[in-house]
Nanobody, 116 residues
């Protein structure tokens, strides 16, 4: 296991923005996909966005047009720019790295709270 370190969560008002970032504690080779998931209280963890090492992105319908995922393969870093946040976006956000040979690493989670 390689720990992933997330940062950028916090408290924001509706309509505000946050930028999450995630990087491993050491360099990893063979990453195929980097992504962000979230889990709200009482709900299952869901995919928010993902990006392959070729740059192909995928978004949950609920965040399309508001969130942007980007990645830096050289630095093993993935970002999630979140704009126009609303209370339904409140959750613990987890980053996830998946390898070409089947491994999967998770971050410890960062809280995002959207409230007035």
């Amino acid at each position: 296991q390689v720990p992933l370190v997330e940062s950028g969560g916090g408290l924001v008002q509706p309509g505000g923005s946050l930028r999450l970032s995630c990087a491993p504690s050491r360099m990893i080779v063979g990453i195929s996909t980097m992504g962000w998931y979230r889990q709200a209280p009482g709900r299952q963890r869901e995919l928010v966005a993902s990006i392959t090492n070729g740059g192909t992105t995928n978004y949950a319908d609920s965040v399309k047009g508001r969130f942007t995922i980007s990645g830096d393969n050289a630095e093993n870093t993935v970002y999630l720019q979140m704009n126009s946040l609303n209370p339904e976006d409140t959750a613990v956000y987890y980053c996830n790295f998946q390898g070409r040979v089947g491994w999967s690493y998770w971050g410890q989670g960062t809280q995002v709270t959207v409230t007035s």
